[in-house]
DNA sequence: GTAAGACTTCAAGTACGCTTGAAGTCAAAA
DNA sequence: TTTTGACTTCAAGCGTACTTGAAGTCTTAC
C-alpha cells in the first residue's frame, strides 16, 4: 500500500507477468468503476503500490479479487461478508493455491447457504403455491416438484429448518389453506 | 389503506378467519420490526385497514406477503424486485391461487437467475480454484462437480454466458494459469 | 375513570455502497 | 516543453432500507 513502483512502468498495450495497472484500466477490465475501487482499498479489500507521483498501480492477481467482489456484489452478498470470505488471502502479493483454497471454502459454505435460502423460496412459490395449499407445513409433506425438475435439482422434503424459520407466518396459514380446500 | 376496521377488534388471543392483526403483532408473528412494516406500507408493498382511531389493522393474509418480503431480503433481494414480483397480487383482499401462482411464475424466473450465479460462483471457487488452474475459461472444460453433488444437481458445463460475464478478468488469467502450472 | 402500554405522524439520523465535484497533480505524447 | 487526459484527495451528496425520537392519541385493563 504504501510501496512504491517504478514511475516509467505506468500503461503500455501488451502484458508482462508482473505489469501493474493503472486504476482505468482496472476499471475498464473489471467493469468496476474507479470510484468504487478506491472505495474498495479503503475498505481494505483491495490493495495498490503507488507510483513516485503517488498514483494507484495495481498489481495483476487483484483482478481475480475484484472480480470477485463484484460477481458477490451481484449476488447481494455485503462486502462485509466477502472481506471475510477473502479471509488470509493475502492482499501484497499473489495468492498461492492453498490460500485460495482455504478462502474458497469459506466462501462455499456462505454460497451454499444462501442458494439453500433461494430453493426454499423457489419451493414456497412454486411449490406449496402452486400446487394450492399456500401452508409450508402442509405442502412439506407434498413434496412437489415441476419447476426443481426443469433445473435439474431432484425432488427434496422441506427441512425443518424451514419450519422454524418461517414458523411465523405458518402459524395462521392454516386459514388460507381451508380457503384453498373448496 | 382508507378502509375502517370495526374498533372493536382489536387484539384478542386466540384467532378466527377473519381477524385482524395489530401492527405489533404482525412485527411478533413476522420479525419484521413495526417501523420496518410502516415503511413498507409507505411504499406499498403491504397495506392496512384503520381503526375508528386511526391504527392500522392487518388482514391475515398480510402475514404471508410480509414473510415474503423478509425472506427475499435475507436473500438479497431489493425491495423493487420484490414490488414487481407482486405484480398483480391484490392488497385489498385475500388473493386467489391464480393470482398467486401468476406472481410466483414471475418470482421464479428471478430467483433461478440469481441461483445460477450463486452457483457459477461456487464452481468458480470450489472448481476453477480447487483445481488449480484459476483461469474460468480452462475450467469450462474441467466440469467440476464435487460439491454439486452435495446438493443432488448433477455436473454442468459452464454456460457460454460464464465466458461472456467475466471475461474481463479472464483475459489477464492465463498468468495466474501459467504460474499454476509449476 | 384512569393509568399503562401500544399506537400515531413526522422529522431526523444511521449504515451501506457508492457517485459527483472541486481543486489540484502526474504521465505520456506531440 | 506543453498539452491533454488520467490521476489524486477530500468533502459532500445520493439511493436504499430502515431506526430513533418527540409529541401526542388510542385501547385495554383495572
Request: hydrophobic share 35%.
Amino acid at each position: 500500500m504504501t510501496q512504491q513502483a517504478e514511475p516509467g512502468s505506468a500503461a503500455p498495450a501488451h502484458h508482462e507477468p508482473d505489469e501493474l495497472l493503472t486504476i482505468g484500466e482496472m476499471s475498464r477490465r473489471t467493469g468496476v468503476a474507479a470510484s468504487a475501487l478506491r472505495f474498495y482499498e479503503d475498505l481494505g479489500l483491495i490493495a495498490s503500490v503507488r507510483t513516485a507521483g503517488n498514483q494507484r498501480r495495481y498489481p495483476r492477481h487483484m483482478l481475480r479479487r475484484v472480480s470477485l467482489i463484484a460477481v458477490a456484489k451481484r449476488l447481494g452478498l455485503p462486502l462485509s461478508d466477502v472481506q471475510e470470505g477473502f479471509g488470509d488471502v493475502p492482499l501484497d502479493r499473489t495468492p498461492s493455491h492453498e490460500e485460495w483454497q482455504r478462502a474458497s471454502r469459506q466462501w462455499k459454505r456462505r454460497l451454499v447457504e444462501r442458494r439453500r435460502g433461494l430453493e426454499r423460496l423457489e419451493r414456497e412459490l412454486t411449490g406449496c403455491i402452486g400446487c394450492g395449499c399456500l401452508s409450508m407445513k402442509a405442502c412439506a409433506l407434498l413434496n412437489p416438484d415441476d419447476a426443481l425438475g426443469e433445473d435439474g435439482a431432484g425432488p427434496r422434503r422441506l427441512d425443518p429448518e424451514l419450519e422454524r424459520d418461517d414458523a411465523d407466518a405458518d402459524r395462521d396459514s392454516d386459514e388460507i389453506g381451508a380457503r384453498a380446500g373448496d
